[in-house]
């Protein structure tokens, strides 16, 4: 079943007297269950899609549908809502409080849904348990590496039981090694059913995705499956 759907999918931007075709017609679809990479040089259009996605932005023209709803027409309150039901982000810079810690982290969307204190800290403990940091929890992100600091970004992504994962540049900020365990994380929480968009520039980042779709120029240039994603960068890690 298609997760997302986007047909004609344009974004313009007026720069003074200039627009600027961010994305010109493109149209995919990602069903539930896959592992996307989107790829694409800088102003390719990539991270306008992202923010599609993410219902972050509108689209200028075309339709976008999230789990069956269209998006492309609907207010903050009704895309605060989607981003919170639907939605887990994991970006570059772990984008977490500095004074709080790893668990209290974690729980931060689920005080914006509403979710009890005692309820809160439970599924915040699973996911972080989730990500291999349970030990880690009372920890701020000073006291976590940047890897670690990533898996309290992605146990944040997690707790609300999200349809979709959107990872931008989720290793730009990580050594190679460090990269790799992240991917493998994102990996096997795709095994496990989750949908997983992730851009990236790398080509061994992306090369841990079943397909891959690469844009310039506000189009879809390239979009293929990728036989035995990710198989050739796990025995490259282990050896």
């Known amino acids: 079943m298609a997760l997302i759907v986007a047909r004609s999918l344009e974004k313009n931007y007026r720069m003074g007297e200039e627009v600027v075709h961010a994305l010109r017609g493109v149209s995919l679809s990602i069903d539930d269950g896959e592992f996307v990479a989107i790829m694409g040089a800088s102003g ?24 069956g709803e269209e998006v492309e027409n609907m207010g903050g309150d009704q895309l605060a809502s ?3 039901r639907r939605i887990g982000f994991v970006f570059q810079q772990f984008n977490l409080l500095p004074r709080t810690s790893a668990v209290e982290n974690v729980e931060l969307p689920m005080v914006y849904a509403g ?3 005692a309820e809160r800290r439970e599924r915040a403990l699973a996911a972080l348990q989730r990500v291999g940091l349970s030990e880690r929890a009372a920890h701020t992100p000073a006291e976590l590496s940047g890897g670690q600091q990533q898996r309290v970004a992605i146990a944040r992504a997690l707790v609300n039981h999200p349809a979709l994962i959107l990872a931008d540049e989720p290793t730009g900020a990580l050594d190679t090694q460090t990269s790799q365990d992240i991917m493998q994380l994102l990996a096997e929480l795709n095994a496990q059913g989750m949908t997983i968009v992730v851009v990236t520039h790398e080509h061994d980042i992306a090369a841990w995705a079943r397909r891959r779709i690469v844009f310039r120029d506000g189009l879809v240039l390239e979009d293929a499956v990728q036989a035995g994603a990710g198989i050739g960068m796990t025995q490259a890690v282990e050896s």
């Open 44 to 67: 390719s259009g990539k991270s306008t899609l992202m923010n599609m996605f993410g219902c972050l932005d509108r689209p200028s023209a075309g339709t976008l549908h999230l789990a």
């Open 82 to 84: 989607i981003r919170n």
């Open 115 to 117: 979710v009890k204190p």
